[in-house]
């Protein structure tokens, strides 16, 4: 029945160790979003695609890279993690938005312990 | 200016009663809006969309003022179950992205 399913639930890397999150969608949707979220703080969006179009958010660090190989599929790569970058990460989808309100459904999230 | 602002409670509340709190949005462009719950380290479940006449669902009320840039939700005979955090989630539709606040937690004491 999940219709955004992230993969793994929980991931530890080490310090500098290049990790790859995964986000799979049943859901056919055109946007993908992916969001760092630390403890009592509101989701940060990281980037999102609408289709294959790729939108970075200017505070972003460039340690942080997606992939969207098609409609499916998106990763989230963090070439070097660092301490601070453990955090639940997010992914989230919605149907292109032009018409009408349009909720996002969320995945499970991704808990990163970077050790 | 954050994008979208909420009031970080907590708001403790015994079972039974009514509480109410409201989020507010920069963004006059802004165009959609949501209320999505969240429990302990768990994703965001979309609570309910806010539409500008006002709506209802069950024991929650969501209320969007464009006047003065705010929405609202208010939860009427609060159950233990209600406790958790409480986003609220704006969109600009000419750029799909969605802002959050960052939560307002609501304790239901028995």
């Known amino acids: 029945d999940a219709m955004v399913i992230q993969n793994p639930r929980y991931q530890v890397t080490q310090f500098g160790k290049p990790v790859t999150l995964s986000c799979s969608q049943t859901?056919?949707?055109?946007?993908m979003y992916w969001y760092q979220q630390k403890s009592s703080q509101a989701p940060k969006l990281l980037f999102h695609?609408?289709?294959?179009?790729?939108?970075n958010e200017a505070d972003t660090p460039d340690n942080f890279q997606s992939r969207r190989p098609n409609t499916s599929f998106c990763f989230l790569d963090i070439r070097s993690p660092g301490l601070g970058d453990a955090a639940m990460y997010l992914c989230?989808?919605?149907?292109?938005?032009?018409?009408?309100?349009?909720?996002?459904?969320f995945g499970q999230g991704t808990r990163l312990t970077v050790v | 200016r954050k994008e979208v602002e909420q009031d970080p409670g907590p708001f403790n509340v015994p079972e039974g009663a009514t509480v109410a709190f409201n989020c507010t949005y920069s963004?006059?462009?802004?165009?959609?809006f949501f209320w999505y719950r969240q429990d302990c380290r768990k994703e965001p479940k979309l609570l309910m969309s806010?539409?500008?006449s006002g709506n209802e669902d069950g024991r929650f009320t969501a209320q969007l003022n464009r006047a003065s840039q705010y929405i609202s939700l208010l939860i009427r005979d609060s159950k233990l179950s209600d406790s958790a955090t409480y986003l609220c989630?704006?969109?600009?539709?000419?750029?799909?992205?969605?802002?959050f606040g960052a939560g307002t937690t609501v304790t239901v004491r028995a």
């Open positions: 989230a989808t919605s149907r292109d938005p032009a018409g009408m309100n349009t909720e996002a459904f």
């Open positions: 859901l056919n949707h055109n946007v």
């Open positions: 695609y609408y289709d294959k179009d790729f939108n």
């Open positions: 963004n006059s462009a802004s165009q959609s």
């Open positions: 806010v539409y500008s």
């Open positions: 989630v704006v969109n600009m539709r000419s750029d799909y992205k969605l802002s």
